[in-house]
């Protein structure tokens, strides 16, 4: 029988076709799906960082930023505190933070002093090259004012009723508090006037009663004077962080001496701290961290010091504008952002999870209907007003009457 051969690859390749064709089918499908993959990663991704932001946004705690800046000393030559002091309050101002919302204490007025040779000015700089006095200084508290009762009333918050509102420290439970002292001190005290001296227990118990009235939720204190780190070795209220120019044994030293009024401008340690804080803007990420760096020993013939352990978040997280500046945090985003409970609360404490810590409260309020109801103390009695003077009238009418005139000779 004749036998039909086909050509060589015909019958193959038409079964070749639907081999190609589900290949192709399956290659497509696989590309399809890594793309959803990808897709989905991305969106995970963009997620996760959008919760990131949203964790950050709520992490530092804070809706309002004060400062009480305080210069304690008086005389001529003490220039470069008060000089300190202005320095410090132009940059907080111009970083954000209102004169409503800074309590600026100068104990003496340099602008006006007659040995000033340019009256309403106080420079910082050599060739005077920057008065930090300027045109919108609001000095709250002046020349005798200043003083430690008066001091710690603000903090405190124990002021009369007829205080005005530019002289009280208005903080609440969200306010974070900038602190900056400067003037002569020793081991533990720094001095007022040269007449009367403040304690690093007062201190530390002034921040303590701030705690416990709510007056603060994060606080800044920064020293400059002489052996500037004893007085931050009191301190025992949650939230704070200190800073100072110099250790215990060591002399703060003052810098850029100005022949032409023949004393010197700054502190050395402000000097460079506000070095630093000129080339800091409100929308700067640098930290603390590089706060505690701004003067090394070479520069401050000095060592300064630096206090974190009573301090809840980690300095590194930290900005120098929750303190120094008055930013308000608003973000504009499309992202869905699912928030919890946790996310609106402050960081978790730096300190490592084996140290055991106790969960910070504020106590409860005094308790005032105790101690109205509570007995007075007995008081001493003492004659009422005019008893005296009426008794010897007396004594002198029942004489006058009993011996008349003639005998009064024998009283005297």
Not at 56 to 62: A, N, R
Request: charged letters at 20%; hydrophobic letters at 40%; glycine letters at 6%.
């Amino acid at each position: 029988f004749p036998v039909k051969m086909a050509a060589p690859g015909a019958g193959g390749g038409g079964r070749r076709r639907p081999e190609r064709a589900l290949a192709a089918l399956v290659l497509a499908l696989a590309l399809a799906l890594a793309l959803a993959l990808a897709a989905r990663g991305v969106s995970a991704s963009a997620s996760e960082e959008a919760q990131v932001r949203a964790k950050q946004f709520f992490s530092s705690g804070h809706t309002n930023n004060w400062a009480v800046l305080v210069c304690t000393s008086r005389f001529w030559f003490n220039y470069r505190h008060v000089a300190n002091t202005l320095s410090v309050y132009r940059s907080v101002k111009r970083l954000g933070i209102p004169d409503s919302h800074i309590v600026l204490m100068l104990a003496d007025d340099m602008a006006c002093n007659p040995r000033n040779p340019k009256p309403a000015t106080i420079f910082s700089h050599r060739n005077m090259e920057l008065n930090v006095y300027g045109d919108s200084v609001e000095v709250d508290y002046r020349g005798y004012e200043v003083t430690v009762e008066n001091f710690l009333r603000v903090l405190t918050g124990r002021l009369p009723p007829s205080t005005p509102r530019s002289k009280r420290l208005l903080s609440d439970d969200r306010s974070n508090i900038l602190i900056y002292m400067t003037g002569h001190g020793g081991n533990g005290f720094l001095k007022f006037q040269d007449s009367e001296e403040i304690t690093n227990v007062e201190l530390g118990d002034a921040f303590e009663q701030m705690w416990q009235k709510r007056r603060y939720h994060e606080l800044l204190f920064i020293i400059d004077t002489c052996q500037g780190a004893s007085m931050y070795e009191r301190f025992y209220s949650p939230n704070i962080m200190a800073l100072a120019s110099s250790q215990v044994g060591e002399d703060s030293l003052s810098h850029q001496p100005d022949l032409a009024i023949g004393v010197h401008l700054m502190d050395r340690y402000t000097y460079y701290l506000l070095e630093f804080l000129e080339d800091i803007w409100p929308a700067s990420q640098n930290s603390m961290i590089d706060l505690f760096k701004v003067c090394p020993t070479s520069l401050c013939v000095s060592t300064p010091g630096h206090r974190t352990d009573l301090f809840q978040r980690n300095p590194g997280d930290v900005l120098i504008t929750d303190f120094f500046g008055s930013v308000r945090k608003v973000e504009m985003t499309t992202d869905i952002i699912r928030l919890t409970r946790n996310d609106t609360e402050s960081e978790q404490s730096h300190i490592p999870e084996s140290q055991p810590t106790q969960a910070l409260k504020y106590v409860d309020q005094l308790a005032v209907a105790q101690i109205i109801h509570q007995k007075p103390k007995r008081k001493d009695w003492h004659p009422p007003d005019g008893f005296i003077l009426g008794l010897w009238s007396l004594i002198l009418l029942v004489f006058f009457k009993t011996y008349g005139v003639k005998h009064l000779k024998h009283v005297f």
